[in-house]
């Protein structure tokens, strides 16, 4: 069936890294802009960025603009978020989301991992 | 970038009644570009409206979209227990930024 799934949080420390993972399957995943989500602790939903269907453009919220790096691979039908340089304000659930080519609006989620940075 | 406003923060009403939630831009966005989702707690974000007004797969037809330039609005004609949830806008547009609102909590009175 239609499915994302995350993978890849964990507790970190300040400053470290953490790549996160997210499998497609059950649909085209070539043909879908794939994004991440994040949502802190009991608050809203935030948008983290973005990698087209041609794989090569991208766009980021400015907070984490030269510190994450949104990714894909094609052959693999995998979706990845290399997290750098990590804040406590990084802290929260992260989704991997999926918007369709025929109109705008993420159709697919996955089912969310946690990061925790803390010291 | 775009800011989206929602109100109410907090909506209580009881089943089988309409419920009128509101998102409002700082500036025009296209209605290609407006999205309403769903999210119950511990739960992924479900997408209900897209286009600012048709309902993705599966949506039931209480669930309605209206709205253009910036003021949008998701119309739930009569609510049912499960409907009772977190609902989110979000629109695409400049320097191609995806924003979300910050959400409108739907409870039971």
């Known amino acids: 069936q239609v499915q994302l799934v995350d993978s890849g949080g964990g507790v970190v420390q300040p400053g470290l890294s953490l790549t996160l993972s997210c499998a497609a399957s059950g649909f085209t995943f070539r043909t879908y802009a794939m994004h991440w989500v994040r949502q802190a602790p009991g608050k809203g939903l935030e948008w983290v960025a973005v990698?087209?269907?041609?794989?090569?453009?991208?766009f980021y919220t400015d907070s984490v603009k030269g510190r994450f790096t949104i990714s894909r691979d094609t052959s693999k039908n995998t979706l990845y978020l290399q997290m750098n340089s990590l804040k406590t304000e990084d802290t929260a659930v992260y989704y991997c989301?999926?918007?369709?080519?025929?109109?705008?609006?993420?159709?697919?989620w996955g089912q969310g991992t946690t990061v925790a940075v803390s010291s | 970038e775009i800011v989206l406003t929602q109100s109410p923060g907090t909506l209580s009403l009881s089943p089988g009644e309409r419920a009128t939630l509101s998102c409002r831009a700082s500036?025009?966005?296209?209605?290609?570009?407006l999205a309403w989702y769903q999210q119950k707690p511990g739960q992924a974000p479900r997408l209900l409206i897209y286009?600012?007004?048709s309902r993705a797969t599966g949506i039931p037809d209480r669930f309605s979209g209206s709205g253009s330039g910036t003021d949008f609005t998701l119309t739930i004609s009569r609510l049912e227990p499960e409907d009772f949830a977190v609902y989110f806008c979000?629109?695409?547009?400049?320097?191609?930024?995806?924003?979300f609102g910050q959400g409108t909590k739907l409870e039971i009175k």
């Open positions: 979000q629109q695409y547009g400049s320097s191609s930024l995806y924003t």
């Open positions: 990698i087209w269907s041609d794989g090569t453009t991208k």
């Open positions: 989301a999926a918007t369709s080519p025929a109109f705008f609006g993420m159709d697919i």
């Open positions: 286009g600012a007004s």
């Open positions: 500036q025009s966005v296209s209605s290609s570009y």
